[in-house]
């Protein structure tokens, strides 16, 4: 039997998280809440946030880690 669109994507949803719990996910939610946190402090601008989320992203395989998109779709 086959699994619908909603199984599949609450699966890789919960894959991703399992995976952040474990520190594997290089752009987790906690740290572009953090980045967010920064902006809204007016530590850094909307334009510096993407910049360092790229930064962070094209780093993640240096890293052995994924990013939440990677891991999503491999899920």
């Known amino acids: 039997m086959n ?3 909603f ?3 609450l699966e890789k949803r919960s894959f991703l998280n399992a995976l952040e719990k474990d520190g594997l996910i ?3 939610m906690d740290v572009r809440q953090a980045l967010i946190e920064r902006m809204n402090t007016g530590e850094i601008t909307h334009a510096q946030l993407l910049e ?3 930064k962070i992203k094209r780093l993640a395989k240096k890293n052995g880690q994924l990013t939440r998109a990677q891991a999503y779709s491999r899920g």
């Open 3 to 5: 699994r619908t669109r």
């Open 7 to 9: 199984e599949a994507s």
């Open 52 to 54: 360092e989320l790229k």
């Open 26 to 28: 290089a752009d987790s």
